[in-house]
């Protein structure tokens, strides 16, 4: 079955430093792949989505996100955090039944910054 | 400009009664989505629908049901609410079957006590 790991349910860095959020995605065949945010209250935003092609991915917000099949990875990056990046993550795979796609989501890390 | 809104964005009700979320999206998808979001569970999908009376039952369907009478719509019932049922419900659409990137509503809060 598919399914999708983010092993940091809580991330705290200072501004201006580098963030790497992780995610590990289960699935058979080759996956498409996101990243979500969703500020407090908010519904969830795309920041960026893989499907195939150059592994490394640009999204909105100056964040970047590489696909690394060897490790079933999918992790999000930033190199200069700012405050108003605080917010909490969903890495998601596509899941593929009778030729649709659903979305299948991680539990979400929670980033917190410091000033 | 195309939007997708839920109503109310806040409810109270309780134990037993029947409660409906209502979805309504101006894209013109096909693909319509109610989730579930409870803390260290993250996204979890209770009913699709692929087109107008297509739907179909998610990972945590029990205790809800879903109609696609129309392509903008897609309410969610509540048959008898019960106390586990508190959550934030969203719901999205998405056009195509590429699952390009889903667009999101406000989500809204129900408390059932």
């Known amino acids: 079955a598919q399914s999708v790991t983010q092993p940091d349910i809580h991330i705290t860095v200072s501004e201006g430093a580098s963030l790497e959020l992780r995610c590990n995605y289960s699935?058979?065949?080759?996956?498409?792949l996101f990243w979500y945010v969703q500020s407090p209250g908010q519904g969830l935003q795309l920041l960026l989505k893989?499907?195939?092609?150059?592994?490394l991915v640009q999204g909105i917000k100056g964040f970047e996100a590489e696909f690394k099949r060897s490790q079933s990875s999918f992790n999000l990056r930033k190199p200069s955090v700012h405050w108003s990046d605080a917010a909490e993550y969903f890495c998601a795979v596509g899941a593929f039944s009778g030729g649709y796609n659903k979305l299948i989501f991680g539990a979400g890390t929670r980033l917190a910054v410091h000033p | 400009d195309a939007e997708i809104t839920q109503s109310p964005r806040h409810k109270i009700t309780e134990t037993g009664r029947q409660v409906t979320l209502a979805c309504h999206q101006t894209w013109n998808h096909n693909n319509m989505f109610w989730y579930r979001q409870d803390l260290g569970h993250g996204l979890r999908l209770i009913h699709y629908s692929y087109g107008v009376q297509d739907t179909n039952k998610g990972e945590v369907s029990d205790g809800y049901s879903v109609s696609r009478s129309n392509t903008e719509d897609l309410p969610l019932t509540l048959e008898s609410a019960a106390s586990s049922q508190t959550s934030v419900y969203f719901c999205?659409?998405?056009?195509?079957?590429?699952?390009?990137?889903?667009?999101f509503g406000s989500g809204t809060r129900l408390t059932v006590v």
């Open positions: 999205a659409s998405s056009a195509g079957r590429s699952g390009g990137g889903y667009t």
């Open positions: 699935y058979g065949a080759t996956p498409y």
């Open positions: 893989y499907f195939s092609g150059d592994t």
